[in-house]
């Protein structure tokens, strides 16, 4: 009975709860990721960029030792950013650099690629300094290799972490 509640599932308002999160704080350097979701929004506009489309992606990144985190990322579809969108493109295997491309964002969630993780440090309402990772920049695939390799952990691959 104990192994259905590692089963994902949905919670009742009555159950009882216990496994707290286990975030990873991966180390800056360069990491495989998967696409686990993606959803269309709005941005309302900013002092660095104005009203736009925005795409808002769950990226899962891990390292060689099965360490994983998830973190969201937004690709805002404006001019001035163009080049991110070119690199993730170009990342997930959908682009060659230097190519025009209509984004094909039907096949963006379970893509595979490779991007540079950073920590990024912050502070919250409560003036505690916490930190965080944040993809910097997507990597071009490296033709020598398959870095777009999946990770071992089945979970993963069925959309369960």
């Known amino acids: 009975m104990a192994e259905q509640n590692n089963i994902p599932r949905e919670l009742g308002w009555d159950d009882t709860i216990e496994k707290d999160s286990e975030y990873a704080l991966l180390p800056e350097g360069d990491y495989n990721f998967g696409v686990m979701s993606f959803e269309r929004g709005r941005h309302n506009g900013s002092d660095k960029l104005p009203p736009c489309n925005k795409a808002t992606l769950k990226i899962n990144v891990w390292d060689d030792n099965g360490n994983q985190t998830l973190i969201t990322k937004s690709l805002f579809l404006h001019s001035s950013v163009e080049g991110l ?33 950073g920590i990024r440090t912050y502070k919250k309402d409560d003036g505690i300094e916490r930190q965080a990772n944040e993809i910097t ?11 777009t390799a999946q990770p071992s952990n089945s979970n993963y691959q069925q959309g369960k972490f």
Do not use: Y
């Open 137 to 147: 920049k997507f990597l071009e695939p490296d033709e020598s290799d398959a870095n």
């Open 85 to 117: 969108l070119c690199s993730f493109f170009t990342s997930i295997g959908q682009r060659k650099h230097g190519e025009k491309l209509a984004m094909n964002w039907a096949a963006v969630v379970g893509s595979f690629g490779r991007c540079h993780v």
